[in-house]
């Protein structure tokens, strides 16, 4: 997760992750190797490692029983503007070091994405994510809680707030968003813990995900997961005076 702006005292980290029916061991050699050959065509700077893992298989060859094979598989790791790319057989992620917006975020997932489901000439989409994990701190802004947050994301932290064994007080809320899922988590964070409280940090995290859907729809469930999800619920969650000191997703 990037560093907090210490001249904002807010920072944002966005993951992506695209799930899909696994391609046979067989073929995922070749195939990530194009992958990458067309992004790399793309993107000059972009700077490239693998990562090898080892799988347990089912032997069909062999005569006896619960015997396996073992297979080496290759992730692709990439990182270009920022961004880290992680390419394997049965998924696809992204996770910013730097974000500056959606936008250009999206442009770029949406470029890769186009080469990866048309190499492994995927149709099916098992699950697309998108996370925001968004970390404010208050000693940074010189705010209270009361001031930034909406009641929906700060009445429950009464009961402990000011408790000396407090450590980390988080809640969760899972709400069903038309076809998404949307998971919220949101408290103290802490980025001490499991010491004590040192800064006033507090934590909104949207998860947004929708399952089970045709590849041609994965441009527009990424667009409304965040335009019509993610971003609607944190400007719900925000007071004015943030939006004042230009904090947004």
């Known amino acids: 997760m990037a560093e907090i702006n210490n001249e904002n005292g807010f920072k944002t980290n966005v993951i992506f992750r695209l799930d ?23 993107y000059s700077d972009i700077k490239t490692s693998v990562v090898n893992s080892t799988v347990f298989s ?18 692709h790791v990439l990182t270009l503007q920022d961004v880290i790319i992680r390419i394997n057989y049965n998924n ?16 770029l997932i949406k470029k890769v994405l186009s080469i990866f489901i048309k190499e492994l000439e995927v149709k099916n989409i098992f699950r697309l994510g998108l996370r925001y994990i968004n970390l404010f701190n208050l000693n940074s802004l010189q705010l209270d809680y009361k001031d930034c947050f909406s009641s929906d994301v700060i009445a ?12 980390r007080n988080l809640q969760a809320v899972v709400l069903n968003k038309d076809d998404f899922s949307l998971t919220i988590n949101f408290g103290l964070f802490n980025s001490y813990f499991p010491a004590v409280i040192k800064q006033k940090e507090f934590v909104l995290d949207y998860d947004a995900c929708v399952v089970n859907f045709y590849s041609d729809d994965v441009d527009k469930y990424l667009n ?22 230009g904090i947004c997703i």
């Open 58 to 75: 089912p032997d069909d060859t062999a005569s006896q029983l619960k015997s396996f094979r073992v297979i080496m598989l290759q992730e």
């Open 224 to 245: 409304e997961a965040y335009t019509q999800v993610i971003k609607i619920e944190f400007n719900k969650h925000i007071r004015d005076v943030l939006v004042q000191k």
């Open 92 to 107: 696809i992620g992204f996770e910013t070091l730097v974000y500056t917006s959606f936008e250009k975020l999206e442009d």
């Open 156 to 167: 429950f932290l009464d009961g402990y707030k000011t408790s000396e064994e407090l450590r």
């Open 20 to 42: 899909i029916p696994p391609v046979s061991h067989e073929a995922w050699g070749t195939k990530s190797g194009n992958i990458v050959s067309s992004i790399q065509a793309l």
